[in-house]
């Protein structure tokens, strides 16, 4: 294991070396030096982890997983936020700010139980970075293929942090190649730009693409964008039980993974039942989902759709400690089912037909 710290350190600080360079020769540009200055910054989480791994490497400090885990999943919250204002920059189209909110509103996750927290903001980070380096792809110049390496870059990280949420793996190890790669991305982007001029270009959907490139395009669109919409209507879900619990001063009141599934625990002497600490999370968000659909765009409406569709799922434990029939549980999941296939479509529908470009 030794011998990993030191590979990890020597990768970190290659990291943090390349990305100082290319700020020193670039922050006098007007728009390559805020690029340059945003990812030196990254570079500096990259020197901190390099230096916590040699501390490691010489038993100053005793190293922990779970410690780790936390330091890893800060490290790379901070570098999607940044890279987020890295690939802004690169466009300068503020249909970006979509997913950020929708990044963001997945924080209420900061309720479930401390580690499966960080695996999951793991995830959704590697989701957005997904996402935001599928952007470039679209461009018509040199930095399309910047665009190609970071989606490889997120989605072998995404992968590694599904096998670890299912148990399979060690972060620290999974965290090594990550950065290997997170190394020849970094790497290619700063020598493409000292060699190419960085121009705003217009993203154009007139030049016929591939069919097959369109159609894997719109699937990762629907796949990172479901799968945020899921968490964050999941964790506003069990907030929702939890505040109300909070707000009658129950005994106790905790979010918990069991069973493949979050619920919470709640002890409450102040109640004569649970009744409304079970409509709170039933009600909560799709009060939200409404507001969002009467103030919102129609990008906005379709996720408040995608809400109202989890929340109906997610609620099927609730509707039967309710004590409602079988018959209503099953028929709150079909209706939630249909929420979510008419959400899906509308998203399709707006990609394709109304060229918002999103991508």
Known sequence: MKLIFLINFLVS????FFLLKGF???YRDKRTG???QILFII??????????????FFDILIYNSNDYLIIYSILIIIQSL??????FLFSLNKNLFYFLFLYLMNFFSLFLPIFNFFILSLIESFLLTIILFAYLTNREDVYKRIGYIGVLYSVISLVFQVLLLVG???VYIFSLFSNLFFLILIFNLLADLKKYPLLHLEYSNNKEKPYFLVLLRHFIFIIVLTNFIFIGTLGIHELGHFGISKLYNCESGKIIYEGNFLHTEVLCKNLPDNILILLGGILIPVLLAVVLFLIGDNFIRDVSILIIGFNLIAS????TDLGV???FVMLSLFIGAIFLIIGIIMFVKSKVDSNLGYW
């Not at 570079?43 to 490691?56: Q, T």
């Not at 099927?316 to 509707?319: T, W």
């Open 168 to 170: 399979i793996g060690d």
């Open 316 to 319: 099927n434990r609730d509707f």
């Open 13 to 16: 600080s290659i990291i943090f």
């Open 325 to 327: 029939s079988d018959n």
């Open 43 to 56: 570079g500096l989480l990259y020197l901190v982890l390099g230096g916590i791994s040699l501390l490691w």
């Open 82 to 87: 940044l890279l987020f204002g890295v690939i």
């Open 34 to 36: 805020k690029i340059t």
């Open 24 to 26: 020193l020769k670039n």
